[in-house]
């Protein structure tokens, strides 16, 4: 595996780390493509839950929320590829790449622990923003839906998801002994998220108690904010919460990483 060279004075070759994390994700994305179950769920499962959440969507008394049947399908099928395409099947990438002693060598060679840990990420990362485009465009086809009213809101939430989601699958993963042992442990943090983030059901048909907890969970701010993004419907109030909240678990999520990330396997 070799990343970009450039000739320094002396006319010794030195790799750059843009280019040893790009050659890190190519040697990555080959691996993903050997793991068919690993590939598979990040893949498929985020295309088809948005069929399975139609359903749902279609049975809601949606009068007096301000939404409609796209403003719910759309962030919501971000999150189930941020999910599914991202946290999922790094949880299963980085425990996979532990336990082969692939980190462990890593580490001996030129590359930092940050560009281990983005190179390893992101293959899952592009299979999941591709998803992305793929349900908007879909979605403008065939449910009208139109351009965001604040963009700015819906890349301040897809970045800073992008960010969170690989740091705490590497989190997740290292409180695990195996590949089968990461995907049980992605699970708690997945069915949370599904139920309480405001993907299968919006915030704003929750019972008045559950809300305010719900709006702690790592994925809530950037439904809040792709959705409010898209309608223009959020208020500065409720913007500056959602971006303080998606920004705190940023930095736990990292802080995570650096203080409790295992490199070799768990004995």
Do not use: N
């Not at 595996?1 to 890190?24: F, I």
């Not at 793929?134 to 809101?153: D, F, H, N």
């Not at 139920?195 to 439904?223: K, R």
Request: overall charge positive; glycine content about 8%.
């Amino acid at each position: 595996m070799s990343g970009t060279a450039v000739t320094t004075g002396a006319g010794t070759p030195r790799t750059t780390a843009a280019g040893r994390t790009r050659a890190l994700a190519r040697a990555e994305l080959t691996l993903l493509g050997r793991t068919k179950a690993t590939l598979a769920a990040a893949v498929f499962v985020p295309l088809v839950m948005p069929f399975m959440l139609r359903s749902t969507v279609d049975t809601m008394d949606l009068k007096g929320t301000g939404l409609t049947v796209g403003a719910i399908l759309l962030p919501s099928s971000i999150g189930f590829s941020l999910l599914f395409a991202v946290y999922g099947s790094l949880v299963s990438v980085y425990a996979a790449r532990r336990e082969e002693l692939v980190l462990k060598r890593l580490r001996t060679g030129e590359l930092r622990d940050v560009e281990i840990l983005a190179g390893a990420a992101l293959p899952s990362v592009a299979i999941g923003l591709a998803q992305c485009l793929i349900l908007t465009v879909a979605y403008r086809v065939t449910l009208g839906v139109g351009s965001p009213k604040e963009p700015q809101l819906v890349l301040l939430g897809l970045l800073l998801a992008l960010i969170t989601w690989p740091a705490l699958a590497a989190v997740t993963a290292s409180f695990s002994k195996s590949v089968e042992g990461a995907q049980v442990a992605a699970t708690p943090l997945t069915l949370v998220s599904l139920v309480g983030s405001g993907t299968f059901i919006p915030l704003e048909m929750l019972p008045d108690g559950m809300a305010p907890f719900c709006e702690l969970l790592p994925l809530t701010p950037v439904i809040t904010l792709i959705r409010g993004g898209w309608t223009g419907h959020l208020s500065a109030h409720d913007t500056a919460g959602a971006l303080f909240t998606a920004v705190a678990w940023t930095v736990i999520a990292v802080f995570a990483v650096r203080r409790w990330f295992r490199w070799e396997p768990r004995r």
